[in-house]
């Protein structure tokens, strides 16, 4: 349950702070799957698994829901989505 916690404590905040919509879908799977793998197992590997599994298949949700998007930045650094070139 330690883990569990350690876990979401850190991963939580860089959902909040993610710049792209993609990043902010990952990490929510990451923090999700984290926290299911730590309560399922009880262990740390669990809690490892769990973040690698959800992240990943946020990924290839968050791209096929945005199909023909893609991410580009401006002149001054900040990142926006628009149809792909």
Avoid: Q, W
């Avoid at 298949?57 to 998007?69: D, H, I, L, N, P």
């Amino acid at each position: 349950m330690k883990n569990l916690l350690i876990a979401s404590l850190l991963i939580v905040p860089l959902a909040l702070t993610s710049c792209t919509r993609t990043e902010k879908n990952v990490t929510l799977g990451a923090a999700t799957g984290a926290v299911i793998g730590g309560v399922v197992t009880g262990r740390t590997a669990g809690v490892v698994a769990g973040a690698v599994i959800g992240g990943v298949t946020m990924a290839f949700v968050s791209k096929s829901k945005r199909g023909g998007y893609c991410v580009y930045r401006d002149r001054r650094g900040r990142l926006h989505e628009a149809r792909c070139r």
